[in-house]
Structure formats: structure tokens, C-alpha cells
């Protein structure tokens, strides 16, 4: 079944406590993407990726890290994770040539 | 920068009524266009989208949605409602350049009632 699987689905950390969300998809898709989704914001993009060792800041970078030395996988990484990082997190992926992008179930984090 | 506004956080239709949810958007340059639906603990999945050719588009689930360019709208509608319906739309516009991005709203609940 074509999918884009993340773990763990719920995570509860306290601040500063490193953390890394795994993200991976079995379509051969090189374009993938993380998303935040905050009540009343909608998604906002935090790091995209084009392809493999190519990656870019979306729109709310800031205290996460991203890496993507696969094809397949695309882990999203807090290296110090504050309460204002508590939010749902979505990781997606596409074909580079393609605009219809391909969900995960989503990761909701909670920070103390 | 483009921009997506849905009017209305939350709807509420009761069953076998019309859908309306309201998208607009601001771009400098024809965009693609999309809405998403998105279950209760689930990721978002696309209903439909706009890719510059027929402007009534038909998406899944019985939903369709009419690019107007000269109103800047993308409004999601379905003739009559069903339960099965109720869930959070988001719609969103594609960036410019060549990296993918979209630009979604804040969402629209919808609520469907017995």
C-alpha cells in the first residue's frame, strides 16, 4: 500500500529533551515536506525537501533540523524542543513533475 | 506572496443540505489551486484540485469546486450533505518557483447535523 508512515504518532517530552520524528514514504516520491498545524494557522511549512542531500527552510524553520540521506526517509529533529513547539506535525511527500502531495497521519508532540 | 483566506472556521449544514465552504486566494500569477480534507486523527487528503484546465473541477466524495479568477475564488461545494462529510477543509494555493510549495488556509470546520 502506498503510504507516508511517521513515528511515534503521539509524543510527550519536557524542554530541551533531544527529539527526532521519523518520516517514510514508499512511492519513490523525491519531493517531501514537514508541516505544523496549529488551531486557527492551518499548516505552515517548516523544511521541504527536492531530493536526496537537498533540502530548504519553509516558512518556520526556527529550532528544528531536517536531514535526508534517503530517498524514502525524511526524519525532522528538535535538537532542544521548548512548549512553543508543542503543535501536530504532518510529514508529506510528492513526484518532483507533481503539485498533489501525500500525507502521513500526523505526530502530535507536547512539550513541557 | 501569495495568500489563502476561507471564510468561516466552522459550518455547520444539516444533512442533504447544500455545502458551501468559501476559499480565496491572492497570488500575482495564475496558481494552482486545492482542497484537502482532513478526518479526525487522520493526515490530510486531497478532494480536488485546479491545475489551469477545465474550471469546474470534480474531486471525490461527490464535491466539486469552480476556479473564478476575475472573484480570486476557489469555493468548495457539494449539493447534499452527509454525515460522512464532517471533518476540517483546508484549501490552498501553489507558491511561485520551482520548489513545490503550497500555501494553505486556516481551515473550515464542518459540521454535519441529523
Known amino acids: 500500500e502506498a503510504q507516508v508512515t511517521q513515528n511515534p504518532r503521539y509524543l510527550i517530552t519536557v524542554t530541551g529533551k533531544k527529539l527526532t520524528v521519523t518520516c517514510s514514504q514508499n512511492m519513490n516520491h523525491e519531493y517531501m515536506s514537514w508541516y505544523r498545524q496549529d488551531p486557527g494557522l492551518g499548516l505552515r511549512q517548516i523544511y521541504y525537501?527536492?531530493?536526496?542531500?537537498?533540502?530548504d527552510k519553509g516558512d518556520v524553520p526556527e529550532g528544528y533540523k531536517v536531514s535526508r540521506k534517503e530517498k524514502r526517509n525524511f526524519p525532522l529533529i528538535l535538537e532542544s524542543p521548548s512548549p512553543n513547539q508543542t503543535s501536530l506535525y504532518f510529514c508529506?511527500?510528492?513526484?518532483?513533475?507533481?503539485?498533489?502531495?501525500?500525507f502521513g497521519p500526523g505526530t502530535r508532540l507536547t512539550v513541557t | 506572496a501569495q495568500s489563502v483566506t476561507q471564510l468561516g472556521s466552522h459550518v455547520s449544514v444539516s444533512e442533504g443540505a447544500l455545502v458551501l465552504l468559501r476559499c480565496n486566494y491572492s497570488s500575482s500569477v495564475p496558481p494552482y489551486l486545492f482542497w484537502y480534507v482532513q478526518y479526525p486523527n487522520q493526515g490530510l487528503q486531497l478532494l480536488l484540485k485546479?491545475?489551469?484546465?477545465?474550471?469546474l473541477v470534480k474531486g471525490i466524495n461527490g464535491f466539486e469546486a469552480e476556479f473564478k479568477k476575475s472573484e480570486t475564488s476557489f469555493h468548495l461545494t457539494k449539493p447534499s450533505a452527509h454525515m460522512s462529510d464532517a471533518a476540517e477543509y483546508f484549501c490552498?494555493?501553489?507558491?511561485?518557483?520551482?520548489?513545490?510549495?503550497?500555501?494553505f488556509g486556516s481551515g473550515t470546520q464542518l459540521t454535519v447535523l441529523p
Open positions: 485546479y491545475t489551469s484546465a477545465a474550471t
Open positions: 525537501s527536492m531530493n536526496v542531500e537537498v533540502t
Open positions: 490552498a494555493v501553489s507558491r511561485s518557483g520551482s520548489a513545490r510549495q503550497l500555501t
Open positions: 508529506a511527500s510528492s513526484f518532483a513533475t507533481g503539485w498533489e502531495q501525500y
